[in-house]
């Protein structure tokens, strides 16, 4: 039973360049949550979806972000027209039920805005 | 606003006992989590307290007092592999996780 998978482990992007970040979740599991990670800070929530839908975006920002998850295939996390600050590393969790209680973590993707 | 406190950082000697504390101001409470983070790796579980009191766990053990907002996650027998950094986190009435900063664990021989 595979873990949370994410990819690419590094991504490196060109200001105004797209970013995708992929998240497959566990096996069983219909919830998944973004999280965004500064160097030296906690996690901030950013998204949770389930399959097809988005059950709560508060924590991403207005422009230029967009995540879905579809029926088919893995959660995708979209930044557009990235800028510096948007280096960090975003990490995916999942968990079976809307509790998140069990949410197990992906390896994270590190992003790089040169 | 919601709050989650956490020392930045502590030191302890191998073979040790170490207490990470966590205070906590939420709209909510469903729950407290200890998650460890070796650094460019993922936040693993530790530990999770929805009642009052102690839950011991190996050489790890976490405390939860919901009146006074106030945790702590007790390392006994500190071993250098448990250099880390130590994330408390509150589940919100809306079941959404609230991360600290986390506590940079170093562990001296």
């Known amino acids: 039973n595979a873990g949370v998978m994410q990819n690419p482990r590094h991504l490196v992007r060109r200001r105004g360049q797209e970013a995708r970040l992929r998240c497959s979740p566990m096996?069983?599991?219909?919830?998944v949550y973004w999280y965004r990670q500064l160097p030296e800070e906690g996690l901030k929530f950013m998204v949770y979806?389930?399959?097809?839908?988005?059950?709560?975006e508060s924590g991403m920002p207005k422009e230029r972000f967009s995540a879905e998850f579809p029926k088919e295939g893995p959660s995708i996390l979209r930044i557009q027209q990235v800028v510096r600050g948007d280096s960090a590393a975003y990490f995916c969790?999942?968990?079976?039920?809307?509790?998140?209680?069990?949410?197990?973590f992906g390896q994270g993707t590190r992003l790089t805005v040169v | 606003g919601q709050n989650i406190d956490q020392p930045t950082e502590m030191t302890a000697t191998e073979g040790a006992i170490v207490q990470i504390n966590c205070t906590y101001q939420?709209?909510?409470?469903?729950?407290l989590f200890w998650y460890q983070q070796h650094a460019g790796e993922a936040p693993t579980f530790l530990s999770y307290?929805?009642l009052d009191g102690l839950e011991e766990k190996g050489r790890f053990s976490s405390f939860l007092s919901r009146s006074k907002g106030y945790s702590y996650l007790l390392l006994k027998e500190l071993q250098m592999k448990d250099s880390a950094s130590y994330l408390c986190?509150?589940?919100?009435?809306?079941?959404?996780?609230?991360w600290g900063a986390g506590t940079k664990l170093i562990i001296k021989p």
């Open positions: 969790a999942s968990s079976p039920g809307e509790k998140n209680t069990e949410a197990f």
């Open positions: 096996k069983g599991h219909s919830h």
């Open positions: 979806l389930q399959k097809e839908n988005i059950i709560d």
């Open positions: 939420t709209s909510g409470f469903n729950g």
């Open positions: 307290n929805v």
């Open positions: 986190a509150v589940m919100d009435s809306n079941y959404q996780l609230i």
